[in-house]
């Protein structure tokens, strides 16, 4: 490891979807259509949540900080894909690959402690439903939610800091459609090994000791329910927190196909598909699964669709009043 940043690489050019050239039309069509619907549903969620008063709960707070955190992640990532695909290629300054690096990571992260956070706003729900309120006040929400953004953000640091001490003096080419951690550590002239062993320390626990926590909670919540004498308590017990478990399992079963379970060899090429389900496609779901099947949700979408239409009329009114 050297002690300086003395990189010979001034960019790094990404190739993005090489293999599908022929049909990059369609898919920077499909793609940006994609996240426009990811910057719609994930904004209709953050504004009816600070708007309305019916939203103010627990479950809502932690599910705006998603929503924030689903928007942001998408939109560090997919404006340079959509640049990669309408050029044919693409190519990033290395300090602005080593920003998305480090972005992406740390919002990553902060969408795996959010995960958890709000898996324990399930169980208090569930488990301790009289005491709910009490144990889950607002001041306890700002504190957790602060801490998930701190600690992702902090953690995050680490690895990136290293990563940007290495050098990079050979091959520039990236065959990714953004800057990830093992197609960097590819191209580096550098020794990668205190890198890869400070992103496992640090980074890896902070992913998935989360998910240890998830699997504990459900547990004990699964419990919880069984134990509900009637069959119709249960099925509200169970259906309050099945559409978190559904985002749980789409999030980590990428992340951890992506990045356990394939060789470093399938990974640069497979791990394309699996990157644009947990940049796009969870920030895409979030709100379907989460909210937009919620019927306070969809209540407080009305009263708002309602509100913009009398707004509206009134301005017409005015300015025909005016004529």
């Not at 998603?66 to 894909?81: G, N, R």
Request: glycine residues 4%; hydrophobic residues 50%; positive net charge.
């Amino acid at each position: 490891m050297n002690s300086g940043n003395q990189t010979t690489v001034s960019r790094f050019i990404l190739l993005g979807f090489q293999n599908l050239h022929h049909y990059r039309s369609l898919l920077f069509l499909f793609f940006l259509l994609v996240f426009l619907a990811i910057i719609f549903g994930n904004l209709l969620i953050i504004v009816l949540v600070s708007v309305n008063e019916n939203l103010n709960s627990p479950m809502y707070f932690f599910l705006c900080h998603l929503s924030s955190c689903d928007l942001l992640l998408s939109t560090v990532i997919v404006p340079l894909m959509l640049h990669i695909l309408a050029k044919d290629g693409g190519s990033v300054s290395f300090f602005g690959c080593y920003i998305q690096f480090y972005l992406f990571g740390a919002l990553a992260t902060t969408e795996c402690l959010l995960l958890s956070v709000m898996s324990y706003d399930r169980y208090v729900a569930i488990s301790n439903p009289l005491r709910y309120s009490s144990i889950m006040n607002f001041q306890r929400c700002l504190h957790l939610v602060f801490w998930c953004w701190t600690i992702a953000f902090s953690v995050m640091f680490n690895t990136a800091f290293q990563l940007f001490k290495l050098d990079f003096c050979g091959s520039n080419i990236i065959d990714h459609f953004f800057c990830d951690l093992a197609p960097l550590l590819q191209l580096s002239c550098s020794d990668t090994s205190f890198v890869e062993l400070q992103n496992l320390l640090t980074g890896v626990p902070a992913t998935f000791f989360p998910l240890i926590y998830i699997t504990g909670t459900y547990m004990s919540i699964f419990v919880t329910i069984l134990k509900i004498p009637t069959t119709i308590g249960r099925q509200k017990a169970f259906l309050t927190c099945s559409s978190h478990l559904t985002v749980v399992c789409l999030y980590y079963g990428t992340l951890i196909v992506a990045y356990l379970l394939l060789s470093k060899d399938q990974s640069l090429s497979i791990n394309k598909i699996l990157s644009l389900l947990y940049t796009m496609m969870t920030p895409l779901v979030n709100p379907i699964i989460y909210s937009l099947r919620n019927r306070e949700i969809k209540m407080a979408f009305s009263k708002l669709v309602t509100l913009d239409r009398r707004i509206f009329q009134k301005s017409l009114k005015n300015v025909h009043d005016l004529e």
